[in-house]
């Protein structure tokens, strides 16, 4: 029996072990498969994919099928040696009886039976130990992913201030940031200011760090050293809660739950609305989209399915834009968030969001010159720093990035 356990504990421990890890590989590449189905399907992938899965089943099935195979000998050899004890126990005791007195042969009968019993329950308790064990690979491998969950440190730490304020200007002071892992900044010694009121634009290359700017303002990350500031109040000092408040945050990829376009557009809990049908169709009114809403079959209770694939990329922009206006904030963040509209609607969409918010914030992200040609301020980011800035046409008369860049979008009477 204890050399059943040690082989169990040689062979067959590991393989139960690294069954969660094979699981773990199995439902990746089943999620991937899922999500990525129109890629998978456009690219005629589906045999790629099924080689991936089928390697990855293929060897959680050897592994469990090896493991299952050692555990299968274990009640077996229980039995056995649990039967050949008591033949033993029985021939013993058959011996003994025979050459002992006849006075005698009685107790050492029930001394027999007694001892047999014994036996039985002390095999009984071994097996149930041993069916202990074999669980604890599993249990060990999930209390070690749960504590590791449990015990890892938020890295955004809250501040306590609440301060109210209605203004919504945003300082960045010598902020540096890397992403963790990562070599190399993503952000060098970014200063600005974004005044409230104004409308400030970033522009730059791929990679260039402004999605990471907007991702700092919203706190998810913390910057290695400097500082940013909201109406003067360093935000590593405020409560998230009402950090986030103060933000209209639209997200470069346009994130649509499964629900309604209501549902969608008053989404999140803000203390400082209340929001109702009035409010959702005036933002839907201000980012544009009124018009196709009203087309939908149930108007601003039309369902919308998860991730937002059952509306356009552009109407998925414009809910996501609404969104943010719905939310009552007093900085509004878009990243890239016009990428998929019209020119005209693009510029219809800004000019109704100052004229209803004339004193909040606007940052926005853009590729297109466009969008941001009558910002305010325009910075100019290359490789995570900020080389140039200021409006439209100072920036055209010197910056030679930005200069690039509108040479590809302008024409010659544009540009000149
Ligand atoms: N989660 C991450 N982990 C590590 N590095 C990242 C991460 N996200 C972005 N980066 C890197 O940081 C740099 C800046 O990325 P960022 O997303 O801010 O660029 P961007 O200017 O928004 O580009 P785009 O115009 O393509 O959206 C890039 O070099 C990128 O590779
Ligand atoms: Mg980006």
Known sequence: MVLLVVFMMMYAHPKLRKRQ???????RDLRENLTGIRVIRAYNAEKYQEKKFTEADDILTSNERKAHHAMGLMRPTIKFVNNALMVGIYLVGAYLIASANPADQIAIFSDMVVYSSYTAILIKAFMDM??????YPRAAVSAERILEIL?????????????ESTAGTIEFRHINFSYPGAKGNALTDISFTAEAGKTTALIGATGSGKTTILQLIARLYTPQSGSILIDGVDIQNMSLRKLHEKIGYA???????RGTVISNVAYGENDRTDRNEQSVNLALETAQALEFVGLMDKGIHAEIARGGTSVSGGQRQRLSI????????????????????DFETDYKLRKALRETHPDQSILIVAQRIG???DADEILVLD???IVDRGTHDQLMQRCNIYQ???????SEQELS
């Open 383 to 385: 490789n995570g720093t």
């Open 371 to 373: 969008t941001i040609r």
């Open 404 to 410: 690039q860049i509108a040479s590809t979008q302008l």
């Open 151 to 163: 015990h890892a440190d938020t890295e955004v730490k809250e501040g306590s201030s609440t301060a």
């Open 21 to 27: 890890v094979y699981t773990d590989h199995l439902s």
């Open 251 to 257: 997200t470069q990829k346009a994130m649509l739950l």
């Open 130 to 135: 041993n069916m202990a064990l074999n669980q």
């Open 322 to 341: 609404a969104r943010s206006i719905c939310w009552n904030p007093e900085v509004f963040l878009f990243d890239d968030t016009f990428s998929a509209l």
